[in-house]
């Protein structure tokens, strides 16, 4: 791609050891959650420790659009006084979910069930992304959409006037897919059952319990679950204290183990086990990470991380620990490259629609830098080069995703030679802070010249 004059390149290159303390922002999937269900619930919800970058405040922004009072008080620090289950207005413009999927698809789920008409958008990367995962389950309840060609945004959603429960089987193993179907079902006659073989994120249904809804998980035999919710709930407003985002804290974790000599600490992470795969994996491949002061903070388990420089191996990732891992895959890939030895990642289709399709930018910019990848329809074959062993000295193309523009910058503090990323402004839309705190924790990163 062409770079056009709005994009905003970064090179980093090789420091000293980083060290300090790495305060990460909150986490997304539960910052989302809480704005959202505060907006359903009556009374008002206080939300401490919000993440605040631009997918959710594209959310906050949704949810006064449709009714709710949604106040900032003071960093992290935000109410809302919601309108209660069914309580949603028409909104009279378009809702603009930047670069979320996320964000869409648990409003598509939370107002399913509401007569009301609804459009939804969002940047060009969310455009690409499919809705009909999400639309066509949605249309059990009675919900009508009209998608672009292709199921894609800009799409009109019109809710349910009296929809009643279903029982319905989640195909793909997607958190937002399973949450959007547990929102529609709030408002529905009767009590949904949603089951899924994946064990995605449980966020949706931990907090619908915190709000007071009347929901249960049940284990299946085909190691699945399903979860019945009761619908014309009456949810009540709560306070939330969201812990810090692991997805997130995994950036200076991973820049702590590749650049030697390091020691930082990650205070206060979320570590809900079906969040965790990435530490478990790193743990496999003999990383130095020590978990202090594990505890429960608002239903959720939480601890400080304190991590050291390492010498990793080569590993078979188990394909079922995807969905623990899901948005890990592009910086766990860069730490395999300064592995020893190979790494192998499967079960991985659903990278291909997340903010970009992330096993191809992985696998391109890992040989921009040097390093001997093979992309498989469903993963990654990544040959660790050892810690010294990563050339470096190449440009990436970050195509919109967040994710892959911060791990290729903590792959260039450890390559031979510095490693640009073609545009880092996607990294707003989750870690707004990303620059400072790696500087402060001793990154060095360069505004390349134009
Ligand atoms: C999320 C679920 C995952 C994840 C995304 C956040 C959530 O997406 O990739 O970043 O908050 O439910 P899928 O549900 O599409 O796998």
Known sequence: MEQSSSQRPLAARRAGPLSGRAQVPGDKSISHRALILGALAVGETRISGLLEAEDVVNTASAMRQLGATVVRDGAGAWRVSGVGVGGFSEPDNVLDFGNSGTGSRLVMGALATTP?????????????????????????????????????????????????????????????????????????????????????????????????????????????????????????????????DPSSAAFPLAAALLVPGSEISIPDVLLNPRRTGLLETLTEMGANIAIENLRESGGETVGDLVVRASQLKGVEVPAERAPSMIDEYPILSVLAAFAEGRTVMRGLEELRVKESDRLSAIANGLKRLGVGVEELPDGLIVEGQGLDGVAGGARVTTHMDHRIAMSFLVAGMAARQAVTVDDTRMIATSFPEFETLMRNLGARFLVPNA
């Open 116 to 244: 009301i008409t609804a459009v939804f958008t969002g940047d060009e990367s969310l455009r690409k992304r499919p809705m009909r995962r999400v639309v066509e389950p949605l249309a059990l309840f009675g919900a009508e959409a009209s998608t672009r060609d292709g199921g894609l945004l800009p799409l009109t959603l019109r809710g349910a006037e009296a929809a009643v429960a279903i029982d319905h089987e989640v195909a793909v193993a997607s958190a937002q897919v399973k949450s959007a179907l547990l929102l529609a079902a709030l408002n529905a006659v009767g009590r949904s059952r949603i089951s899924q073989k994946a064990l995605t994120r449980d966020h949706t249904e931990k907090m619908l319990k915190a709000f007071g809804a009347e929901i249960a998980v049940e284990p299946l035999k085909d190691g699945g679950e399903a979860v019945t919710v009761m619908g014309e709930a009456d949810l009540h407003a709560t306070d939330i204290a969201v812990p810090r």
